[in-house]
């Protein structure tokens, strides 16, 4: 038996690499006496040997060849110790192949037992070099792999390097498999979008007194924050054989993660963020402290130092004196240590109350900038004006350590249903003066209403930076930046008018009130617009026709896609192109009729679902009923996530005819899955008669004209609201009279 036999694979898994739905997985396991039986996990969710799956696809027809990046992927998520164990453990393997490709090249010639056996002297010899002995803040030692764990691990070894030359580089192929691991597990980790946090150390660049050169990140995490102020390095010197040339795909393939290259809305701006030469992370997890560090020497080659242990508790870098601190701390901690903590000298500003965490993380920040050093932390917004951290704020602004605070639009970074705050901090120094005004800036008034994954990034990274370098006045930000409307959302406000009993530091509460950009004629044209949709969805108003219903022959989806009348895919796979981001039909886009809002991850080139004119894109999730067929004007978009894409011949079944009966209440009702707290829609049981296609064609027609008519009363309806809401704020304002 082969060695990677021990890889093993769940029933996701099956179904990713066959490209069906788990309900398929599930249906071959019973009907198939020689499907390979379970070799591990549990009753409920048991794991399959890969090599036998593998075998089994293809003696069924149902896989040519498994892609190298999924194969590593399974073989990954099989290892013995874990998913974070082997991204661990290849992160070592890339780094030596980066580091040393010839060393690679002559182990991985040798047998497999001989490079299970000097692998991991190699590697602790790379990594000795690479991080440094005896620092007590290191990345993960190689003795963690020993000879006799590396044996089954040498096929993923092997593969992965492979997977390196593939996709550019050992960097591209770690963020690509970190990527894989983050997205399979999106409530295990808090993340920081990469465009945030790009904003953030550009932001920490303009404040700094001075240059750049060391920047910590005391809650690490995956170390997004501090890849954003570490610029891309060229592929190592002594790589070129291994990599090629220089890939200019960004390396992370998920969207909730930061990616390695700097945000296009960065680019223009002066203050992009500057490499560091010391990066300096610590975080409570021990596996996110070591993902970090071979994260961040994977990218380039500032010195790496990485502490695992409670960074409020155990501090790692008691003595640092950092240029900026970068940080997205835990929020709403209560047992961060504010007892035994009492007495600890970082509280310079008062003791955080045992609610008030974040201020914790503030000063601990504060404490470890050199004098005119400067911090970015990205905070809730209940801080802000929270009574019991009301003291600290007042002294932060007394003694001019807080130089703004920057609420950012909901959906900017999880929780996405929470408008976040970035405060920025510079730590004052003797003989310097202090600020007579504090920053305020709003940029909710920027953003359309559009969900976050419209968010324009680039407007609001120029409005926040040059917000910030207009904030005196300079000629650098003449001009305050606008918002819808031509509202500002930006104020440089004294400090002594935030020194009140609340000290409220809000900063909508300090900027005039938007603009309703509606006077009375505007109002009179959405009058007028409204009346015209009512009339047409008057004319459009279908007359049932009365019909005595008999039986008829049914046939269900899952028949037709076996048959080959229709295909079957899946959505949310996918990354974006080089330089031509694909839009997404997301599931919001389907139900309520608008275009594609969506947009691909950043990371390897990995070929998304594309829809194409009569499609018919289905939501899986939610228990609704919603069917929606792809016109010219959407063809092209990739298929977003809980979408099922349904391709029907049209020498075989129409579209109209097949949406509208798939949006049948009863229809939908027997199809859905109420396993879990979410309802699930099963689409392969869906049923439809079986009619010729004339027929099909007289019912598709009918289904069309009530698609039509339903997206009229939509346009309505929001008709509808403008000139209402428009009429409120009016008449609340004067700009229409009471008459």
């Keep these: 038996m082969p060695e990677d036999s021990a890889a093993e694979v769940t029933a996701a898994g099956i179904a990713r690499l066959a490209g069906v739905g788990r309900a398929a997985v599930s249906n071959w396991r019973r009907r198939h006496a020689d499907f390979p039986r379970p070799v591990g996990g549990t009753e409920t969710s048991p794991s399959f040997s890969l090599a036998e799956i593998e075998q089994w696809l293809r003696d069924q027809g149902k896989l040519a060849e498994v892609p190298l990046r999924e194969r590593v992927w399974q073989q990954l998520s099989g290892h013995p110790g874990g998913t974070v164990a082997g991204l661990v453990h290849t992160g070592c393997v890339l780094l030596l192949v980066r580091e040393r490709p010839s060393a690679w090249a002559e182990l991985a010639a040798l047998p ?19 991080f440094g002995v005896p620092k007590a803040v ?69 404040a700094c007194e001075g240059t750049v050169t060391t920047v910590l990140d005391p809650a690490a995490g995956t170390g997004g924050l501090l890849c954003a102020v570490q610029a891309p390095a060229a592929p190592h010197p002594s790589a070129a054989p291994h990599t090629g040339a220089p890939d200019p795909v960004a390396p992370h393939p998920d969207v909730p993660h930061p990616s390695t290259a700097p945000h296009p809305s960065a680019a223009p701006h ?22 970090t560090s071979l994260r961040l020497a994977l990218r380039g080659d500032a010195d790496i130092r990485a502490a695992a242990a409670d960074t409020l508790r155990a501090d790692a870098f008691s003595g640092l004196a950092a240029d900026a601190v970068l940080c997205h701390p835990p929020f709403n901690e209560r047992s961060w240590g504010h007892d035994e903590l009492a007495y600890d000298p970082r509280w310079e500003y008062g003791l955080p109350a045992r609610t008030e965490s ?74 310097r003066g202090l600020p007579a005004e504090t920053l305020l800036v709003d940029t909710a008034a920027l953003v359309p209403d559009a969900g976050r994954d419209k968010l324009p990034w680039t407007a609001l990274h120029h409005a926040v930076l040059d917000a910030w370098a207009g904030r005196d006045g300079s000629a650098a930000g003449a001009g305050a930046p606008a918002g819808r409307d031509g509202e500002t959302v930006a104020r440089t406000v004294p400090v002594v008018e935030l020194l009140d009993d609340e000290v409220d ?18 109002l009179a044209a959405v009058r007028d617009r409204l009346d015209e949709a009512l009339r047409r ?38 990354t974006a192109a080089p330089g031509a981001p694909a839009p997404v039909l997301a599931e919001h886009d389907v139900l309520s009729g608008g275009a594609p809002s969506g947009t691909l991850p950043d990371g390897p080139a990995e070929d998304p679902v594309l829809v194409a004119e009569g499609d018919v894109v289905v939501p899986v999730l939610g228990g609704g009923s919603a069917a929606r067929v792809v016109d010219a004007a959407t063809a092209g978009a990739a298929l977003g996530r809980n979408l099922q894409l349904l391709r029907p011949d049209p020498a075989a079944l129409d579209p109209w005819f097949l949406a509208g009966f798939l949006r049948g209440t009863a229809n939908n009702r027997q199809a859905s899955s109420f396993a879990s707290t979410a309802t699930r829609l099963d689409v392969r049981r869906l049923q439809l008669p079986r ?14 004209a009530l698609a039509e008519f339903e997206e009229t009363l939509r346009l309505a309806a929001r008709l509808g609201e403008q000139l209402v809401r428009g009429l409120y704020d009016g008449l609340a304002d004067g700009s229409v009279g009471p008459e």
């Excluded at 497999?112 to 690479?130: N, Q, S």
């Excluded at 530091?505 to 505007?522: C, F, H, I, V």
């Excluded at 459009?540 to 008829?552: D, E, F, H």
């Design 691 to 704: 009619l010729p296609l004339a027929e099909q064609r007289l019912h598709g027609a009918r289904f069309k």
């Design 112 to 130: 497999d037992d001989r490079l299970a056996a000097l692998l991991p002297l190699a590697l602790e010899e790379v990594l000795t070099v690479r």
């Design 138 to 206: 290191r990345a993960p030692t190689a003795g963690e792999i020993a000879p006799g764990g590396t044996a089954t691990a040498v096929p993923l070894f092997r593969a992965v390097a492979d997977l390196a030359a593939e996709l550019g580089g050992p960097r591209e192929a770690f963020e690509f498999l970190l990527g894989r691991h983050l997205d399979a597990n999106p409530r295990q980790y808090t993340l920081t979008p990469s465009p945030l946090a790009d904003l953030m150390a550009a932001l920490a660049a303009e």
């Design 505 to 522: 530091l809000a900063p909508a509460r300090y900027l005039a009130a938007p603009a309703t950009g509606n006077d009375a004629s505007e």
């Design 358 to 431: 974040e201020l914790a993380w503030v000063q601990h920040a504060l404490a470890r900038l050199r004098d005119g050093g400067a911090a970015v932390l990205l905070m809730p917004p209940a801080v802000a004006s929270r009574r019991s951290g009301r003291r600290i704020r007042a002294d932060l602004l007394r003694r001019g350590a807080l130089r703004a605070v920057i609420a950012l639009p909901a959906g900017a970074a999880p929780p996405y249903g929470i408008p976040l705050h970035l405060w920025v901090l510079v730590r004052p120094g003797a003989g």
């Design 537 to 574: 969805a008057r004319g459009l108003a279908p007359v049932p026709v009365p019909t005595r219903p008999g039986p008829r022959p049914l046939t269900t989806v899952g028949e037709l896609a076996r048959t080959g009348a229709l295909q079957l895919r899946t959505g949310g796979a996918g």
């Design 270 to 291: 002066p203050a992009a963020p500057r490499p560091a030469a010391v990066l300096c992370a610590q975080d409570a997890d021990p596996d996110l402290a070591a993902l």
